[in-house]
């Protein structure tokens, strides 16, 4: 099996870890506020997201804290709507 030249597997590799930072960001990118919370297992652990789903007084929305393995629970409570 012959190996391509050292300069290729440079490229490769730059271009692997830009394919993977840019899939792993974004889901802390996202900035919209969503319409419903994820489904179970869809957060990560303390990863954040809002949700406006009408549950909290105008002007604020939920604030969705991914569950933290030791309690298995998501944490939620009414915040001021983000910028």
Do not use: F
């Amino acid at each position: 099996m012959k190996l391509p030249a050292p300069g290729v597997w440079t490229v490769r590799s730059l271009v692997g870890a830009a394919c993977w930072l840019i899939a792993s960001s974004a889901s802390w990118a996202q900035t919209g506020v969503l319409t419903q919370e994820p489904p179970a297992g869809g957060l990560k652990s303390g990863e954040i997201v809002y949700v406006d789903d009408g549950h909290c007084p105008k002007g604020k929305v939920k604030q969705v804290v991914g569950a933290d393995t030791m309690s298995g629970h998501r944490t939620r409570c009414c915040v001021a709507r983000p910028n």
